[in-house]
């Protein structure tokens, strides 16, 4: 299975900082991978897909990039509704993979 | 309203069985793949099982492999998780999610999330 592998697994950032996580695969998935963002007691909500298309309705301080292994999401200006968990997740195999998460915390 | 409603959690001893159920509404529910997803107290999503819109392919995690099966019935709108020889490590909020392709083809997403069932394994 391929495994997906999120950093940092947290951070703590102010309202307005540029905040970037990365998610590396295991092996090459070329651009065949999702953000979701998660916030407590909720499910995961639906953000991007091959690796930098945003999903209709999500905000464009939100924006991802990378293929292969590594990509990245970034967050250009951080808005108080944005602390909340993110995950990646491969959509190359059918055997579908998240990464561990990554936390982002108000500091 | 396109909905994912989870049912059929509870609390069950090591070594049982329990049967999850998904009841979709809103959409053509046999356009889509369907997928288990879990999730831990305090943990990271764990991706469980994936069906296809026919049922022709379907796809494990390891964990899971050989213990759960799942199922779906086009005619009734609903997806099933069939969980056997269950271990405490299975505790766990299990969510229904639909899997949506998009527009140009080829890329795969989760774009609807039901609230999640609850699992708990414990004697």
């Known amino acids: 299975d391929i495994q997906m592998t999120q950093s940092p697994s947290s951070l703590s950032a102010s309202v307005g900082d540029r905040v970037t996580i990365t998610c590396r695969a295991s092996q090459s998935i070329s651009t065949y991978l999702n953000w979701y963002q998660q916030k407590p007691g909720k499910a995961p909500k639906f953000l991007i897909y091959a690796a930098s298309t945003l999903q209709s309705g999500v905000p464009s301080r939100f924006s991802g990039s990378g293929s292969g292994t590594e990509f990245t999401l970034t967050i250009s200006s951080l808005q108080p509704e944005d602390f909340a968990t993110y995950y990646c997740?491969?959509?190359?195999?059918?055997?579908?993979?998240f990464g561990q998460g990554t936390k982002v915390e108000i500091k | 309203e396109v909905q994912l409603v989870e049912s059929g959690g509870g609390l069950v001893q090591p070594g049982r069985s329990l049967r999850l159920s998904c009841a979709a509404s809103?959409?053509?529910?046999?356009?889509?793949?369907m997928h288990w997803v879990r999730q831990a107290p305090g943990k990271a999503l764990e991706w469980v099982s994936g069906i296809s819109w026919n049922s022709g392919n379907i796809d494990y995690a390891d964990s899971v492999k050989g213990r759960f099966a799942i199922s779906r019935d086009n005619a009734k709108n609903s997806l099933y998780l069939q969980m056997n020889s269950l271990r405490a490590e299975d505790t766990a909020l299990y969510y229904c999610?639909?899997?949506?392709?998009?527009?140009?083809?080829?890329?795969?997403?989760?774009?609807?999330w039901g609230k999640g069932t609850t699992v708990t394994v414990s004697s």
């Open positions: 809103g959409f053509t529910f046999d356009d889509y793949a």
């Open positions: 997740q491969q959509n190359y195999r059918t055997v579908r993979t």
């Open positions: 999610t639909r899997e949506a392709g998009a527009p140009e083809g080829y890329y795969y997403y989760m774009d609807v």
